[in-house]
């Protein structure tokens, strides 16, 4: 009831209505603001992107490169066990950074801050103490080792005595990012990831020269940041592109000499995810070996690019960003896997004859490059 | 561009940790683009300022002592009004009812169970200052500043009496909703009844089902704007329901305000015991034509109405209007 | 009547000034105590990227965004985060379906420009933010091993509306979202040692 209102009348309805007014806004106004605030209510997730034909069925990853018989392949390799890690006596407690064979197939594994020396056989010689952020190891055919740090190269000789090392960057005195190093004959190449390039040392750190600068697509691209390259006895470097889905051949004055390798997630020939091949190492009868990631597994390719074998991924800790390799003069193949801690070797047990086809390379029409200059 | 050098340390801390982890050794360095890109540096926008979160501060400050004037000193409905208006507009859609002295209610109970939560100097200031307002004035909060009792209070259209006894029952949901509010904001709740158990972890129940978010956000899930719509709708025919039936900062604003040193006095000067403000009050606040400290919600409804007030304005000789029963 | 007046005075000031040392009291224990306010923040490492942000948000369009660190990508031509490496290629063998489903994530040429090889050049990956919707698709794609991890999710506060208890956080798997301090007033060193900490 309100005070001085006519006790009965016509006016009765209007004029409440008029003295209510704003309680009506307000309620107005407030189921506006519930009814706004129904109509953002999130709908149902759906696509925005309307693709006019049904898509393929995708391929899991793990399964993209399957494990072919060896009627598939060429060759096959077989797991003889793990040298470090794994079931074996020997472990890494924290870091397996990379692996390297030397004379008389001893293989030098570096991790822990620390170079593990065994025998071909597995047993372990020796053990150094190095540099704690070495990325990587090289073992010369005299038995010296060096290793590759972020601006620096170390030197030991034969008995784990640091003999030597030098700094390693550009002309601006910017440190080298270094993530492969390798002996030739008497020279140190080191891969410099962050100037996107090798550079050859002598044994005293002086620069001999450059390779990567001269091919005309531009230098290497490495969206992950990691060069990795093996050196053959002739002098020929094959050296990973990730960018392109590559292993690049060089000469040692830096000349192009060819390429071979493109993406692709169903070919098993093919280098899969976005940066691929991670890790490459050539054999002594001049095959090449790389290393994958994302699908963590290991080829073996022709010099012009025709896939020979695959070591598929459940050999693999699927996590692994890299994969190191080596290869001793019998032909076995070293992994190293860095998640597991565990270097596994592999040896060749069959060769198809000479041309028997592989399989999935008629299927998919994967393309091969001979040696062509770029 | 990270506009504070004093934010940077949190997101560059992350940053680097994540680069770290990837790889132990060896820093990844960005590709050299060549042409002319330049790296750009992300864009990591800032939280509001302190000295923003000061200006809650002040505007509550000062609605409180607006408020105190108005209702007390002023005596107006008028400026009661606009100063909820003015409450409901900042507090309300403009901050969409975040930061508010019920939630600070959970704030400050964990803070005194839990040592590491941090607690900022205007959370503290946002529960007891209304607090201590009340110890000394009276509800100034809930008439004046509070948003949820203003936009409850603006949308009061036909106010019905709610029945005695009902009311006094309901009058105790409040303090349970405290209780509750309390020990889940605390504790969270962990029992074994036989083999029956309930674990749930603290939780801030008030938050979680703040009724009036919905429409100060304007937007939100469905049953929250069902719980909103269905409270505005209350409103409009029995005054104020969730400050009177539900709030637990109510509960303790109660608590105090039957304390206080100086409180709504309906009349100006002299009691006439005539029941006018009885009939006006929505919330049933008027007990044996006084204002009851406890549940009167500072509205300033009944000075309208009362005789004397009316006396006092110049009203002359024109007398209320009684109808007899 | 005087009597039960004074009386009442009497109780009233006495309840008064207890309530009045009891709110000075605690108000004076929270003062010493309160630091910065805070602010909620997703911690990158516990994340899993599980799609509730994009749910969760009290907003409609979740005010947890992906966001991209430049200095960590890769700038690849093949981003998994941006393609679907699994979805059908085309005739040059680049995949054509994307990761994301509302297309928030956007790509450019940057630097020198190849138009023979699109595979020779860089490309800026970034993020629109009126349409990423926080689901994370492309910040578990870009993890590594197949990529760098340069895409993680992160509220942004620009949109967060800085709920007392985000929602999100009560229905996070991973309690990957954390409360931090916003650097700012510490009344007391006490306080600001904590902030340190």
């Known amino acids: 009831m309100k005070p001085q209102q006519p006790e009965a009348g016509e006016g009765n309805l209007l004029d409440r209505l008029r003295k209510s007014w704003f309680p009506a806004a307000a309620v107005v106004g407030a189921l506006a603001s519930f009814i706004a605030a129904a109509l953002r209510l999130r709908p149902e997730p759906g696509t925005v992107l309307q693709t006019t034909e049904k898509p393929a069925p995708p391929v899991p990853p793990q399964q993209a490169g399957p494990n072919l018989p060896a009627g598939g392949f060429k060759r096959e390799y077989r797991k003889s066990g793990s040298l470090v890690g794994g079931a074996a006596a020997q472990q890494f407690r924290s870091s397996l950074a990379g692996i390297a064979v030397g004379p008389g197939d001893r293989v030098y594994a570096l991790g822990d801050g620390e170079i593990r020396t065994f025998e071909a056989g597995g047993s372990l010689v020796a053990v150094w103490k190095v540099v704690p952020n070495a990325s990587c190891l090289a073992a010369g055919s005299d038995g010296h080792v060096c290793i590759g740090a972020p601006g620096r190269v170390e030197i030991y000789d034969p008995a784990g005595r640091h003999t030597g090392g030098f700094a390693a960057g550009d002309s601006a005195g910017r440190p080298a990012g270094i993530t492969a190093v390798k002996w030739f004959r008497d020279e140190i190449l080191a891969a410099d990831a962050d100037a996107r390039l090798i550079r050859r040392y002598d044994r005293h750190g002086k620069q001999l020269g450059l390779i990567g600068t001269k091919a005309r697509a531009g230098s290497f691209i490495l969206p992950n940041g990691w060069l990795d390259f093996d050196v053959d006895a002739q002098g020929v470097i094959r050296a990973t592109d990730t960018g392109r889905h590559q292993v690049t051949a060089w000469a040692l004055d830096g000349t192009p000499l060819g390429s071979f390798g493109k993406f692709g997630m169903g070919n098993p020939e093919d280098f899969v995810g976005c940066c691929n091949p991670v890790n490459v190492a050539v054999t002594h009868d001049g095959k090449i070996v790389t290393g994958e990631k994302m699908v963590a597994r290991v080829k073996v390719y022709e010099p012009d690019g025709r896939l020979l074998a695959l070591v598929g991924p459940e050999n693999f800790d699927p996590k692994c960003i890299h994969l190191h390799l080596a290869v001793d003069s019998k032909g076995w193949i070293l992994v190293a896997d860095p998640v597991r801690r565990e270097v596994s070797r592999f040896f060749p047990v069959a060769e198809a004859a000479d041309n028997a086809p592989l399989r999935d390379r008629e299927t998919a029409g994967g393309i091969r490059q001979e040696y062509a200059r770029i | ?325 | 009547m005087s009597d039960k007046s004074s009386r009442r005075q009497f109780i009233d000031r006495s309840f008064r000034i207890i309530g009045f040392l009891g709110i000075g009291g605690a108000a004076g224990v929270l003062t010493k105590r309160a630091s910065s306010s805070a602010v909620y923040q997703i911690d990158p490492f516990k994340c899993t990227s599980c799609d509730l942000c994009r749910t969760s948000c009290v907003l409609s369009l979740s005010a947890v965004k992906a966001v991209n660190d430049f200095e960590k990508c890769g700038y690849c031509m093949l981003c998994p985060a941006y393609m679907d490496v699994n979805s059908r290629p085309d005739e040059k063998g680049i995949p054509t379906g994307k990761v994301c489903p509302q297309d928030a994530l956007k790509r450019r040429v940057v630097g020198r420009v190849d138009l023979e090889d699109p595979n020779n050049n860089y490309y800026e990956y970034a993020i629109d933010e009126t349409r990423c919707d926080g689901c994370g698709k492309c910040v578990k794609a870009c993890l590594p091993p197949a990529g760098n991890g340069s895409l993680r999710l992160e509220i942004r506060y620009t949109r967060c509306v800085e709920c007392n208890e985000c929602a999100i956080r009560v229905v996070c798997p991973d309690d990957a979202i954390v409360r931090v301090p916003v650097p700012g007033m510490a009344p007391t060193a006490d306080s600001s040692e904590r902030e340190k900490a």
């Open chain 2, 1 to 325: 561009m990270i506009r504070s050098r004093r934010f940077r340390p949190l997101i560059l801390l992350l940053m680097v940790l994540a680069s770290s982890a990837l790889f132990a050794q060896y820093q990844r360095k960005p590709p050299d683009f060549g042409g002319s890109y330049s790296f750009p540096s992300p864009e990591h926008p800032e939280p509001r300022s302190e000295w923003v979160r000061l200006l809650d501060v002040g505007m509550l400050v000062a609605g409180l002592a607006l408020g105190t004037w108005l209702i007390l000193k002023r005596r107006s409905r008028g400026g009661v009004m606009l100063l909820s208006i003015g409450a409901l507009a900042y507090f309300g859609f403009y901050r969409k009812g975040c930061i508010c002295p019920i939630g600070a209610i959970q704030n400050v109970t964990l803070s005194l169970t839990d040592p590491s939560y941090i607690v900022s100097l205007s959370i503290v200031v946002f529960f007891f200052l209304p607090l201590a307002t009340a110890l000394l004035f009276g509800r100034i909060f809930c008439g004046g500043v509070c948003p949820i009792g203003a936009i409850q209070d603006l949308v009061l259209l036909r106010p019905r009496k709610v029945p005695e006894k009902l009311d006094r029952a309901l009058r105790w949901l409040p303090y349970l909703y405290l209780g509750l509010a309390v020990l889940f904001a605390g504790w969270g709740l962990g029992f074994k009844i036989g083999a029956w158990e309930v674990q749930a972890a603290r939780r801030f129940l008030i938050c979680e089902y703040d009724p009036f978010i919905g429409l100060f956000r304007i937007s939100g899930a469905f049953h929250m704007l069902a719980i909103g719509a269905g409270f505005i709708l209350a409103g409009m025919f029995f005054g104020r329901p969730y400050c009177r039936w539900l709030c637990p900062y109510g509960a303790l604003l109660s608590i105090l305000s039957r304390f206080s040193w100086k409180n709504v006095q309906v009349t100006p000067d002299k009691e006439l015991d005539c029941g006018l403000c009885a009939d006006a009050c929505p919330y049933g606040a008027i007990h044996n034509y006084r204002a009851d400290r406890a549940s009167c919600l500072a509205c300033a409804r009944c000075y309208e109405y009362c005789p004397r007030e009316q006396v006092l304005r110049g009203a002359g000789d024109e007398f209320v209007q009684v109808k007899l029963p």
